[in-house]
């Protein structure tokens, strides 16, 4: 069973290494571009508060939640229009998202056992939640360094990504309009620090994934395309996995381009 305390705990702390990125940033530090079109740092902050203010919604008032996306004017800009909606100065900005997800910690500890919130398609357990918000955040906090030109450490709370975009492998061919495949694949993964692989998928399984668990969670988050990887795939399902892999809810994201320009 998951341990919600100790995901909740890691939450918080990938949240607050993003923190310590753009708390200090001048007003030109929160415009800068960053990989995503249009999207500025500050649009990267305002799409985590949002998130997590309906995820609270869902995991406090469902009318509510459900209220939030039957009266979107686009449906299909939902996500862009949220994180515009939340925009406002940096200092207002950063103190809406620490209360935000500080917010949502405390109503995910408050869910009762057994009982599941509804989301965008689907319905999540708190752990499922925590694990997806992790994502996101770790994602986008990703578009923000490369924006500010840091280069992050990679800690072991990558497993939490890791592990989502093994379980999410189906729902990146259905998203691509692709049937899912029955074969299983095996996932093994050098974690950042060393020390014993992060496995993931029956031993004997003819598909493979291998390489570096920060590639990895690189590729299912779509932040780098596979060309730029050292990812190795074995076998057609696991090579066409690597395609259309994506952690994340809804439709396909726009990838990134390959750095050389062309694809292997």
Partial sequence: MV???ALLADLAAES??????VAELPPAGWDRPTPAPGWTVAHQVAHLAWTDHVAHLAATDE??????VTSAPDPSRLVED????????PPAL??????????LADAL?????GQKMPWYGTSMSPASMATARLMETWAHGEDVADALDVRRTPTARLRHVAHLGFRTLGHGFAAHGRAVPTAPVR???????????????????????TGPALDFCLLVTQRRHRADLA???????????????QAFAGPPGDKREPASGTPS
């Fill in 3 to 5: 341990d919600l305390t």
């Fill in 16 to 21: 607050e290494q993003l923190d310590a990125l």
């Fill in 63 to 68: 009318s509510a939640f459900f209220a939030s």
């Fill in 187 to 209: 996932v093994e993964l050098t974690s950042p620090a060393g020390g014993e692989p992060w496995v993931f998928g029956p031993a004997d399984a003819a598909d493979r994934v």
């Fill in 231 to 245: 990812l190795v795939a074995t076998g057609p399902v696991a090579d066409e996995w690597l395609d259309v892999a």
């Fill in 94 to 103: 950063l103190a809406r998202w620490r209360a935000g997800r500080s917010a």
């Fill in 82 to 89: 949220g994180a515009e909606s939340f925009l406002a100065p």
């Fill in 109 to 113: 500890a408050a869910v009762p056992p």
